[in-house]
Each structure stands twice: as C-alpha cells, then as structure tokens.
C-alpha cells in the first residue's frame, strides 16, 4: 500500500515557477513508476510527466517538453516536478500516482488527493 501527498500548488502569474512534491509513504516506493497528471476543469486527465523507479528514464508530454522536469529522492520517498516557464493552460489539479508500469495512461495503482496550480495575471 503506498499513500502519496501533494504540495506546492498555488497561484503563480505567467512565466513563473513552481515546484510540486509528492510524499509517498510505504516501503514498496523505491520499486514504483512515479507520475505527473493533471486535470483542468471541464476536461480529462492528462498524463504530464513519468520517471521510472531509479529515476533513469523520464518521459514527458509535448506540452510540457523543455518546461517541466519530474525527478524524484528514493532515499525520501519523494518525487517532484518543477514546473518553469508557466503558462495560463497550466491550469489544472495536478495529481501524483504511482505504480509498477512505466506508462503515460492512468493505469496506475495509487493516487495522491491533487494540488491546486493556478497560472493567471
């Protein structure tokens, strides 16, 4: 069982940075795929952002390519995603999950409750 916390949203004009963490508790962390998803009112879940579980391979979304960089802190159970460069379209509840697959679909087995990220002047 792995429970996963978000924190680090907030609202932030455009251009801005921020960065989000996810705590996971459960000593099977070290073995999961950790990701980044985000939901924009009115819209589906989008897939952000993976890093497998060593942190070796990243994959991103075209949206984010170049902006955002997911990593993660075995040694803290812990993954981050820092996000620069900060659009409106940005706007979303940002969600982290966690699973034995290293995909970009939500076929994962645990998620976090979500973070408010607001990019708005």
């Known amino acids: 069982q792995v429970r996963l916390v978000e924190s680090g949203g907030g609202l932030v004009q455009p251009g801005d940075s921020l960065r989000l963490s996810c705590a996971a508790s459960?000593?099977?962390?070290?073995?999961?795929?950790m990701a980044w998803f985000r939901q924009a009112p009115g819209k589906e879940r989008e897939f952000v952002a993976v890093?497998?579980?060593?942190?070796?391979?990243?994959h991103y979304a075209d949206s984010v390519k170049g902006r955002f960089t997911i990593s993660r802190d075995n040694a803290k159970n812990a993954v981050y995603l820092q996000m620069n460069s900060l659009k409106p379209e940005d706007t979303a509840v940002y969600y982290c999950?966690?699973?034995?697959?290293?995909?970009?679909?939500?076929?994962?087995?645990?998620w976090g409750q979500g973070t408010q990220v607001t990019v708005s002047s």
């Open positions: 999950a966690a699973g034995p697959l290293y995909v970009t679909g939500t076929a994962y087995d645990y």
């Open positions: 459960g000593r099977t962390f070290n073995t999961y795929a």
């Open positions: 890093i497998n579980w060593s942190g070796a391979n990243t």
